[in-house]
């Protein structure tokens, strides 16, 4: 239970404040031995744990994602396979899995998407990161268009959908080979623009290494850039740059 759901409860009378005081006592992490679950982490950054589920021992993985959906009635896991998909569908028949994007999660009904951001691949190959930061966007409560496929191989597939781009909150470029899409929606937009390198490319790309060059060296102003194939970090500090947006008061 979150500290603002304990206070309400005490205004409304659910609980004493003899109970609340023991949830506030309790220590700012859940102890399980062969892992240490981060349960204050929404209440400091507002974005609760997330799994990272590649190299997870099965039991682990189980415990970690019942203690979580307990506590916050929702869980996303990134990086997981099929067989962990099965494995945890055993217990949350509700569970959705991605194959894409190797999401796992169990998700709130009725969810609300606010504002607005575009994630954009250069190729069809550079989906799958895209789809990893589009879905854990769209998990924070985040609303995202899709715009893929719009390389600078063929640059007037990028500037037909110049418009939705300009108009979103914050662009996620995503690009592998010589990760040329990044500077070039910086030179068109007035937004953040966070730029995603991928593993996508020829023998000298270097498995994503000259992409991330390439945009950490771009001209272009406003671009950050994470790490190669970080799609779940580019759709976290988007969510971030959103939230931030959607709360400025209108002009």
């Known amino acids: 239970m979150q500290t603002r759901d304990i206070l309400e409860k005490v205004k409304s009378g659910e609980i004493s404040v003899k109970e609340a005081e023991k949830y506030l006592k309790r220590e700012p992490f859940e102890e399980m031995g062969f892992a240490k679950l981060d349960t204050h982490r929404k209440i400091r950054s507002g974005f609760a744990e997330v799994v990272f589920c590649s190299g997870k021992a099965d039991e682990h993985l189980m415990e970690i994602f019942r203690r979580l959906y307990e506590r916050e009635g929702e869980v996303l896991g990134t990086r997981a396979s099929r067989q962990q998909y099965e494995l945890l569908k055993s217990e949350f028949s509700q569970i959705c899995y991605d194959p894409v994007s190797r999401i796992l999660k169990i998700g709130k009904k009725e969810k609300e998407l606010t504002g607005r951001i575009a994630v954009c691949t250069a190729g069809t190959?550079?989906?799958?990161?895209?789809?990893?930061?589009?879905?854990?966007?769209?998990?924070?409560g985040s609303r995202v268009e899709r715009i893929y496929d719009v390389g600078v191989s063929g640059?007037?597939?990028?500037?037909?959908?110049?418009?939705?781009?300009?108009?979103?909150?914050?662009?996620?470029?995503?690009?592998?080979?010589?990760?040329?899409?990044?500077?070039?929606?910086?030179?068109?937009?007035?937004?953040?623009?966070?730029?995603?390198?991928?593993?996508?490319?020829?023998?000298?790309?270097?498995?994503?290494?000259?992409?991330?060059?390439?945009?950490?060296?771009?001209?272009?102003?406003?671009?950050?850039?994470?790490?190669?194939?970080n799609g779940y970090g580019a759709g976290y500090l988007a969510t971030q740059i959103n939230r931030i947006a959607c709360a400025a008061p209108a002009e």
């Open 155 to 229: 640059i007037h597939r990028l500037l037909s959908k110049t418009e939705q781009i300009q108009s979103a909150n914050c662009v996620v470029a995503v690009a592998g080979m010589e990760g040329a899409l990044a500077s070039v929606i910086g030179g068109l937009v007035d937004k953040p623009v966070i730029a995603v390198p991928t593993s996508v490319g020829y023998g000298a790309s270097f498995h994503g290494l000259s992409a991330l060059l390439t945009m950490i060296n771009s001209c272009a102003n406003g671009i950050a850039v994470v790490n190669i194939d």
């Open 125 to 140: 190959a550079d989906i799958p990161v895209a789809e990893e930061a589009a879905l854990v966007a769209e998990y924070f």
